[in-house]
């Protein structure tokens, strides 16, 4: 390690700069991870020659601008690996991924896996972050590539990178462009049943759980189950009171009306106090409570038809208004909202003191991961201070209490106190107005009491309701409402996937990728398969040309009448773009010839390996490996399946394949038994075990010419494999190989 004094000179010289030399978004599992992640060609260029511990200032200022590097391990493996490293000595690479990840956390964003490996090129490396969403990594790569020349850059004086607007850019594009608070819970609680998640819009909400046929969607709490009918009943308020009413449940008494006149003598028929709001109004917004002047309701009329296209006069239920989240006819959570206050200290002004008092409350904010919202001074706000003489310029006395908002945000939580049959009643009104997911407002003086005792009314009931206020609630357990969502739509632990077939190796891939195809077809499932000639659905190709890539895959995943799918995934597909899907029934290998991958980002077996065997990483634990068992980088990637094994030989007496089927169960459909594909005498076997079928002699399968085309015997094998694993019939698999010939050279 060279010494400040004796680099310093030199470094003053140097030539700093950070190049990209190439970057992309690798959507889905790839050679680094099984996760989304941004991988970047960075030159460091003349930087290679200075380590970290080399640049003056340079710890000092990375640690001071992000002192939440502390957290990073790094190699160490300890809180505070990556600033021992940093102080040590490590390179410009390496502190980048770093920075990224960190820039990245603090924007909101999951995910912090990272590498940086050096190239055969000097001061060239690559550099692979976690990018959930390809954007905000991208902007945060570029705002590392910032921070550090700043920080190399940097002399006492001079002024500091500006960290807090470069995260606050970031930020605003994680709530842009990311997934919102409450579909992310939703999404989460799929991930931890291994449901998979697709987004349907580079923008909003719409999300696609599971594929194919087994798929739902939601959008934020509404999903596809949720009746369009039901969600315009919902904003129609007066309609929504009048089938409750039908059915027995407690509402208030009111009416729509049609003018400030025609308000105040509504609530002249139906009592004072009375309620105003709009018809169709969201969010609390123009609505007005506890109102007994005429003069408060006229105005209080006018303010509310700005906020709908019409306005509900209502009876006034005194308590507390309450939300109560109905799942698939259960209450899930509920919630109390309180009225907002300051108090008075004889100095400053209300409009102050909403400020001092309320805002400052760190809970309160504009964003979505803020239980509270800011209080702001709008129409309702002014007339709430007038009935009690004030303006916001008023000056309240020292300790006097002046209410500022009657029901404020509901954030705090009283699940455990719901009364059994309020929370009927709030099932009942769910299934009246015809939601499976429904946020019931309902007004109660004690929600552990029956509404019946105490006078209590459902007021509303909302489809798409907020979930924030259950996932974090200000005071309160925090409810799992995502979890309980995901098992309305995914009952009896289904997954909602699809038997998908992966395939991946040097040649031979597409007409292997055909033949299973078929094999699934005549299984009686709709197939789809995206491959290096096109694109076909159930057998029909619907685009030609290579479509063996991400997006091809993807539309087949989304493809709501699709019950299975094959994939051919070629080296550079899974290099430029990763996997498509983030777990297979079926993952195959045909083989291996390290000539045919090397090139601009492939240099070693060790990277070859690392790239192929990402087809195997995503085999589920139910599922299969398909291997060529002549292959020993092959036979080396079994160790890292979640799954079984399955290998396949020309060779029945390979020494691989009588060591896999030693200790196999007898029974040749048994899926505990150690299976095998194997030929022998031009026949071909299914071994399990100590147990054989014999199921084809390859003079009956044309595209062997006989089984002396030994490429296509192994397709063959490969794909009786895969058929076997996924259970279809051995004789459906014997028809499907002998009339291959027609779809061989498609």
Not at 317 to 332: D, K, M, N
Not at 398 to 405: K, L, N, P
Not at 515 to 528: D, N, R
Not at 624 to 652: H, K, Q, T, W
Request: with cysteine; hydrophobic share 40%; glycine share 10%.
């Amino acid at each position: 390690m060279l010494a400040y004094a004796d680099t310093k000179p030199d470094y003053i010289a140097v030539n700093r700069d950070i190049k990209f030399i190439e970057i992309r978004h690798l959507n889905g599992p790839n050679i680094w991870s099984v996760r989304p992640v941004l991988e970047a060609i960075v030159d460091i260029g003349e930087l290679e020659d200075f380590p970290s511990d080399t640049i003056p200032g340079f710890y000092e200022c990375l640690s001071s601008w992000l002192p939440s590097l502390i957290e990073h391990r790094c190699s160490y493996g300890e809180r505070g690996g990556f600033l021992r490293r940093l102080k040590e000595g490590t390179w410009t690479g390496h502190i980048l991924e770093h920075v990224t990840l960190e820039l990245q956390n603090l924007a909101g964003m999951p995910g912090g896996f990272g590498r940086a490996r050096e190239t055969s090129l000097r001061g060239v490396y690559k550099v692979a972050v976690s990018a959930w969403q390809e954007d905000v990594a991208r902007n945060a790569l570029a705002a590392a590539r910032e921070l550090l020349l700043a920080a190399m850059d940097y002399s006492p004086g001079d002024e500091p990178y500006d960290v807090r607007g470069a995260v606050a850019r970031l930020r605003g594009m994680v709530d842009s462009l990311w997934l919102g608070p409450s579909t992310a819970c939703i999404v989460d609680a799929a991930a931890s049943r291994n449901i998979p998640a697709i987004r349907l819009l580079a923008k909003g909400n719409l999300v696609q759980l599971g594929y194919g046929i087994r798929s739902q969607r939601i959008w934020t709490a509404e999903t596809d189950r949720t009746p369009a009918i039901a969600e315009s009943i919902s904003r129609d308020k007066d309609l929504t009171k009048a089938l409750l009413q039908s059915c027995g449940v407690a509402i208030p008494e009111g009416r729509i009306v049609h003018s400030a006149e025609d308000a105040w003598e509504a609530a002249q028929e139906i009592g004072l106090p009375v309620v105003i709001k709009p018809c169709d109004g969201n969010h609390g917004r123009g609505v007005f409570i506890e109102l007994s002047k005429r003069e408060e309701i006229e105005s209080a009329y006018r303010v509310a038809l700005e906020e709908g296209s019409g306005v509900l006069v209502e009876g006034y239920i005194p308590g507390t208004e309450h939300r109560l989240l109905v799942v698939g006819g259960r209450l899930v959570a509920a919630s109390r909202g309180d009225s907002v206050s300051v108090t008075g200290d004889g100095i400053s002004t209300i409009n102050e003191l909403i400020q001092q008092q309320i805002n400052s409350d760190l809970r309160r904010g504009e964003s979505e991961e803020h239980p509270l919202n800011p209080v702001s001074v709008d129409g309702v706000t002014i007339m709430e201070l007038q009935r009690q003489g004030f303006t916001t310029d008023s000056i309240p006395l020292a300790g006097q209490e002046v209410i500022i908002q009657r029901n404020g945000n509901h954030a705090f939580d009283v699940t455990d106190e719901v009364h059994p049959s309020t929370a009927a009643a709030a099932s009942l009104a769910a299934r009246v107005v015809g939601l499976d997911i429904a946020g019931v407002d309902l007004v109660a003086t004690d929600i552990a009491r029956p509404l019946a005792e105490q006078g209590g009314a459902i007021v509303e009931v909302n489809a798409g309701p907020g979930l924030l206020m259950h996932i974090k609630p200000a005071i309160g357990t925090p409810r799992p409402v995502g979890e309980a969502i995901v098992e309305h739509l995914f009952p009896s632990h289904e997954d909602g996937r699809i038997p998908i077939v992966g395939i991946t190796g040097s040649y031979g891939t597409t007409n292997l990728a055909h033949l299973i195809a078929q094999l699934l077809a005549l299984s009686g499932k709709q197939t789809g398969l995206a491959c290096s000639d096109g694109f076909y659905l159930d057998r029909r190709q619907v685009k030609k040309g290579d479509q063996a890539n991400w997006k091809a895959a993807r539309n087949i995943l989304m493809n709501r009448s699709i019950e299975a799918a094959v994939f051919e995934n070629g080296s550079d597909s899974m290099l430029r773009e990763g996997l498509a899907y983030d777990g297979c029934h079926i993952g195959i290998v045909t083989n291996v010839e390290l000539t045919r991958h090397y090139g601009k980002y492939l240099e070693t077996p060790k990277q070859i390996f690392d790239l192929l065997r990402t087809q195997v990483d995503v085999v589920v634990p139910a599922g299969a490996a398909v291997l060529n068992a002549r292959e020993p980088m092959l036979v080396e990637m079994a160790a890292l399946c979640n799954g079984e094994i399955i290998y396949f030989s020309l060779d029945s007496d390979l020494p691989v394949i009588k060591e896999h089927c030693l200790h196999g169960t007898a029974g040749i459909n048994g899926v505990q038994g150690k299976r095998a594909v194997t030929v022998r005498d031009g026949e071909i076997f299914l071994v399990n075990g100590s147990s054989e079928l014999p199921l084809s002699k390859l003079n009956d399968v044309p595209v062997t010419c006989n089984g002396q085309a030994a490429l296509e015997v192994e397709n063959i094998l490969a794909a009786v494999a895969a058929a076997w694993s996924l259970g279809i019939d051995p004789t459906v698999i014997r028809s499907g190989i002998e009339s291959f010939h027609a779809f061989s050279k498609v």
